[in-house]
T-cell receptor, first 114, second 114 residues
Framework: DQQVKQNSPSLSVQEGRISILNCDYT??????FLWYKKYPAEGPTFLIS?????DKNEDGRFTVFLNKSAKHLSLHIVPSQPGDSAVYFC?????????????FGKGTTLSVSS | NAGVTQTPKFQVLKTGQSMTLQCAQD?????MYWYRQDPGMGLRLIYY???????DKGEVPNGYNVSRLNKREFSLRLESAAPSQTSVYFC?????????????FGSGTRLTVV
């Protein structure tokens, strides 16, 4: 059973507008959440993360929100740029301090048009 | 500043052949991972090594073996390749004491089994 779910395979947004990518999880024991960005023919790159003890983390144009009661997190990109067009993966960790492996969602392909 | 290096980048195997995918990191990270990416399936963990001398199975370990040769190198072996192992393979490393706990991924090995 999938523990990390990204239910929207794709999202299209105009340049300058907000992009909101969503992620749901089923395991309440996850203690750390991350977002990765992937361009074709490249490996994923780390974008932003949030600890389960926080509800928001911001880094420039990227903000991640965590709603533990709903087991939901979202990535906001404001303003969106054409270079943001990529596949975005949500990931979660069961034991951050122990270095346990991340569990990834299936990804959402973001297309930003100019 | 190489980060994570994977070799080869491309490989075509016949069913039943064996091969080893190589991965090396130069960031002195303790933990290393092997994932596979298939269309519509996201990134699925094959094996990981939380520290030198330890390895653990992930979500999809069948048909694979791994060796943590030293702190830098983590190899993935296919003993008898099958068409179902056609995929893009990513190696990653991480340091649990890193604030952001971000993995660094290699650029991937695209494997086709015919």
């Amino acid at each position: 059973d999938q523990q990390v779910k990204q239910n929207s395979p794709s999202l299209s947004v105009q340049e300058g507008r907000i992009s909101i990518l969503n992620c749901d999880y089923t395991n309440s024991m996850f203690d750390y959440f991350l977002w990765y960005k992937k361009y074709p023919a490249e490996g994923p790159t780390f974008l932003i993360s949030i600890s389960s003890i926080k509800d928001k983390n911001e880094d420039g144009r990227f903000t991640v929100f965590l709603n533990k009661s709903a087991k939901h997190l979202s990535l906001h990109i404001v303003p969106s740029q054409p270079g943001d067009s990529a596949v975005y993966f949500c990931a979660a960790s069961l034991d951050y301090q122990a270095g346990t492996a991340l569990i990834f969602g299936k990804g959402t392909t973001l297309s930003v048009s100019s | 500043n190489a980060g994570v290096t994977q070799t080869p980048k491309f490989q075509v195997l016949k069913t039943g052949q064996s091969m080893t995918l190589q991965c090396a990191q130069d960031m002195n990270h303790n933990s290393m991972y092997w994932y596979r990416q298939d269309p519509g399936m996201g990134l699925r963990l094959i094996y990981y090594s939380a520290s030198e001398g330890t390895t653990d199975k992930g979500e999809v370990p069948n048909g694979y073996n791994v060796s943590r040769l030293n702190k830098r190198e983590f190899s993935l072996r296919l003993e008898s390749a099958a068409p179902s192992q056609t995929s893009v393979y990513f190696c990653a490393s991480s340091e649990v004491n890193s604030f952001n706990y971000g993995y660094t991924f290699g650029s991937g090995t695209r494997l086709t089994v015919v």
